[in-house]
């Protein structure tokens, strides 16, 4: 049972591993956080393997436990400090700032910032994760419908900002960090 | 007025990193280290039913948890506060240098690699939630597999050396055809320190305990015996 147990563990923390550090990646402002959700998120999924969904909906089921966890973190909770230090350190070089359009981005990333958080946190599992409405539902434990809508608005908002700062629309799409 | 596609193109720039570019990372020691750690954790099977939200979640536990194994892959060297309260009792760890199996009552650890770095001896025993330090030491092919000084902690050690191969073979007229095993009572505890004697390499010098660090061992335990 125990072996059982430890070999679905194993294999979901295989197909998972570099999505939910990618996941935790792009949202933490350090590296030392970053390891912080993925450590912890994978420690909660291991305690409750009970209520992990089959299939690919485990990795949405996943995004939502990291969701919760860096949610607490950002709260301030004050009880990290010098832990996962070989992940961090494994992972700091993605830290380094792109070195092109870096004032451009740098405007879009702060209005991209100062979106509420949850308009944020939909355009970029759309944008990060690749994620469709439903699998978003799955994340935020919401309809689909209610996914529809406040995703509208979402962008909605997000493209205001950017033609108020004068941000052209069309620029070519360049995911991920310079190579 | 931006259209959704051009919304999430602006949004997919600002990633740092695309999951792609992680490919291989959750085979790396930290991530394997991490896994080992979590696993080791207990989980009770008389546990309520799965909670709701973090409400119930041990927090602090967990994050030393894995934050000590993963902190020792760099350090090497983890405070004893970290393993009490952190470490579980994960069965099995097994990585370059040895193996460490759960067997009854007791942890037993076969030498893959006498040669390793001891921070990999320290690492296995750590996944299983045991403060071990080994170090092997090269010897006369008599002492070879023979515990030759121990201190710290308390539990029984007993070590010997099993032939590697399908067909047995004569240890002690050929202590590297053989694996050293080494097994340490579950009853362990405290920081333990054991040194043990491996084969020599060519050309190598003796171990010799009153030249190196370390407690000079009895004169009894270096003729007689080592619990084999």
Redesign the interface.
């Known amino acids: 049972m125990d072996e059982e147990r430890t070999a679905c563990f194993e294999a979901l923390y295989a197909a998972t591993f570099k999505h939910i550090l990618g996941y935790a990646l792009r949202r933490c402002d350090c590296p030392q956080d970053a390891a912080d959700v993925v450590a912890e998120t994978f420690a909660i999924t291991w305690r409750r393997m009970d209520a992990v969904p089959l299939g690919d909906q485990a990795r949405f089921w996943l995004y939502g436990v990291a969701r919760n966890v860096l949610a607490n973190h950002r709260r301030g909770m004050a009880r990290r400090q010098r832990l996962s230090v070989a992940l961090a350190a494994e992972v700091a070089d993605l830290y380094e700032p792109s070195a092109e359009d870096s004032a451009q981005l740098s405007t879009i990333s702060q209005i991209f910032r100062d979106l509420p958080e949850v308009d944020r946190e939909l355009l970029s599992l759309v944008a990060w994760e690749g994620l469709d409405r439903g699998e978003i539902a799955t994340v935020l434990g919401c309809s689909r419908n209610a996914v529809r809508i406040r995703l509208h608005r979402a962008r909605k908002r997000f493209g205001q900002e950017l033609a108020r700062a004068g941000e052209s629309p069309g620029r070519p799409a360049m995911a991920g960090r310079s190579q | 007025?931006?259209?959704?596609r051009?919304?999430?193109?602006?949004?997919?720039?600002?990633?740092?990193?695309?999951?792609e570019?992680?490919?291989g990372?959750?085979?790396?020691?930290?991530?394997r280290?991490?896994?080992a750690s979590?696993?080791a954790?207990q989980?009770h099977p008389c546990d309520p039913q799965?909670?709701r939200?973090?409400a119930g979640?041990q927090?602090?536990r967990?994050?030393?948890?894995?934050?000590a194994v993963?902190?020792m892959?760099?350090?090497g060297v983890v405070g004893l506060s970290l393993l009490q309260d952190g470490m579980g009792n994960a069965?099995s760890y097994a990585n370059s240098a040895i193996e460490v199996t759960r067997e009854r009552d007791f942890f037993v650890a076969r030498i893959k690699d006498p040669l390793a770095d001891r921070d990999k001896y320290v690492e296995a025993f750590r996944a299983v939630g045991k403060d071990v330090r080994i170090e092997l030491v090269p010897v006369s092919p008599r002492l070879v597999g023979q515990r030759l000084q121990a201190s710290g902690g308390s539990g029984q050690m007993s070590s010997e050396l099993v032939s590697s191969g399908p067909n047995p073979a004569d240890c002690e007229l050929k202590p590297a055809s053989c694996t050293m095993v080494i097994r340490i009572s579950a009853e362990t505890t405290g920081t333990v320190r054991y040194t043990l004697g491996r084969a020599a390499q060519p050309g190598e010098a003796y171990w010799d305990p009153d030249i190196d660090a370390g407690m000079p061992p009895a004169p009894h335990e270096i003729s007689g015996g080592s619990g084999r």
């Open positions: 007025m931006m259209d959704a051009n919304a999430e193109r602006q949004v997919a720039r600002l990633a740092r990193v695309r999951d570019e992680l490919n990372l959750n085979s790396g020691t930290a991530a280290t991490l896994l979590i696993v954790d989980v799965p909670r939200g973090l979640w927090p602090r967990l994050v030393l948890a894995a934050a993963i902190a892959t760099v350090a069965t």
